[in-house]
């Protein structure tokens, strides 16, 4: 119900604005988005095509979730807030960083029911009620597929 | 490496270097709305409630305080009072009283607040109107309360239900829990999943305004507890693994619900042979219909006792293991011991990863299972046991270097165990599973050279 609401209300500001803000989401100094538990994983965020005006809220988060044939899990390991409504002042060109020092558990997962994905989340909280939402995905551990694992041999 | 399959399906929109561009946009709240009209709900029927009550009871009740004092007078007579209504004879208990109120005297049939009405009070027990006389006695000296402004209504009898205050109490409560939840899921339907997250998991731990991520991490918060099986030590090794698998408390459920089965069919079934009916053919359908459930009664008694064979036939299993909780690429020593006097067909023991997934179907949750790695690290067949030689056999395992840790969370679950497989001569197969914490390496913590031995 509150989506058809929005959307009744936002339709006219979506017609006035047709350009959708983008989000830029980059991690610091390294070519591979793999990293091992406990290292520090930092970078930063901007916005293009929208206002400084136009932001109401600005969320940051490293989570994992799962997907598969059970219903969704999601634990979030940090978490930022910045809010026009705070005193936060936004500037969408300006970058915003983040640095976290990864946990030990879980790793990044490919199983048969159930995988375990990492990712930096970024959501954008417009003025006018919508919000715009990126995901960089990354991986904690360097596990292979479950289907690749093979028996220890002791013999 | 990231293909598909290495974790990256679902946000490709990024290039190797790390960065995602274009956000999708949608329109906020996107959450739902059930638990503002539950809570709604749940408001609204408290103030409804709470104003008939107060309007009905309490006002009354503390007019009456306001507006009676306390006095004494002598009871001159009591009857029991009677009307009818509908053509049904109703009673109500009565007093007739004399008090005095500076100087005047007052004569007046009474008994509690509802008897001031002339048509309150009555009910259609005699019986309870004459109990309800007993205490009062012709002469007797008794406490009153009367109206200041007319001392002509008094009463002698007052009392005040503690029941009464307890449930306006209950609808204020209600009302208190309908606002607090509705503030609560008001506020929520405008927070993100993740803020949602971050805050059911520890509002201490994420400051939410916070810019930097300051806080302590619970690393293990997904991996199980290790204390249930680390607080059992071994005999041998290290640490005795628990041995799931046998369902004791519905075993007992069942085996009471078919006792009681049994008693009582049997019971009416002894019943009617005694007391047999007159009508033939009235005997011979309540023969039939008795016959079924004695029936019914036999095979639950037959399934209970095979259920009850089979959790103890194979007797007392020990399993001990070198080290706990176990580390990906680590070699771990496990004894296992089987008592009694038994011929096994044969005996295995598996390691084992299972994924174990929960969705809702409906009103159901169903849970799916997958065993992703299954490895005998102990197999034996057709031997025997005896009190004098029991099984008693040490061997090893390895986890493989790139096994998942165990992980647990609400819909999910990564599950390591140990199965035991027991096939006793001319019995069916006998499973039960030990379960096993494994956890992830983390470089610094322990060497990958190590072993748990």
Sequence with gaps: MSSIINKIINSPAERSNPVSPRIVITLDGRGSRLYQPGETLAGSYWFDFVGGDDIQAVE???????????????????????????????????????????????????????????????????????????????????????????????? | ???????????????????????????????????????????????????????????????????????????????????????????????????????????????????????????????????????????????????????????????????????????????????????????????????????SQSQSVFPLHSLTDNSQRLDWSTVPDIRIINESPGTHLAFRLPIGNQPIFPLVGLTLFTLAWFIISFGIMFHSFIYSEENRSDQIIGIVFRGLFCGVGIILLISVLRRLFLAFRLGLTLLEISDHPLYPGRKYRLLLQQSGVLRFDYFSVDLVCEEIARFRQGTDTVTNRKDVFRQTIFSRSDFETTPNLPLHQEFFFQLPIDAMHSFRHENNEIFWKIDLCAKIVSEPEIRRECPIVVRPVVLNDLTLEGNGL
């Design chain 2, 1 to 199: 490496m990231f293909d598909d399959s290495s974790g990256f399906s679902k946000y490709s929109t990024s290039n190797h270097s790390g960065s995602a561009r274009a956000g999708k946009l949608s329109p906020s709240a996107p959450h739902g709305w059930s638990e503002p009209i539950f809570f709604s709900i749940i408001l609204i029927t408290g103030i409804v409630v709470f104003g008939i009550q107060l309007w009905t009871w309490a006002i009354p009740q503390l007019t009456f305080y306001q507006e009676f004092v306390v006095s004494h007078g002598t009871v001159i007579e009591t009857r029991v009072a009677e009307i009818t209504i509908d053509s049904v004879n109703l009673f109500r208990p009565e007093v007739l009283l004399e008090h005095q109120v500076q100087g005047v005297s007052y004569r007046v049939w009474t008994f509690d607040f509802r008897t001031l009405e002339p048509k309150e009070g009555f009910a259609a027990n005699r019986q309870l109107a004459e109990s309800a006389l007993l205490p009062f006695q012709s002469g007797q000296t008794i406490e009153c309360w009367y109206q200041t402004d007319h001392p002509e209504e008094a009463v002698v009898v007052w009392k005040s239900s503690v029941w009464g205050w307890f449930f306006l109490l209950l609808l204020f409560s209600l009302i208190v829990s309908g606002l607090v939840g509705l503030v609560q899921s008001c506020r929520l339907i405008a927070v993100s999943e993740e803020r949602k997250a971050a805050q």
């Design chain 1, 60 to 155: 940051c988060s490293i989570l994992w979730h799962t997907e598969g044939k059970g219903s969704e899990d999601m634990g979030v390991h940090a978490f930022w807030r910045h809010a026009t409504d705070a005193g936060d002042w936004i500037d969408p060109r300006r970058p915003g960083r983040f640095r976290t020092v990864l946990p030990k558990s879980p790793l990044s997962y490919s199983g048969i029911l159930i995988k375990i994905y990492w990712s930096v989340r970024v959501r954008l909280f417009l003025a006018d009620g919508r919000e715009a939402v990126e995901n960089l995905a990354f991986r904690l551990g360097n596990l292979p597929d479950v289907r690749t694992l093979k028996p220890v041999d002791l013999s």
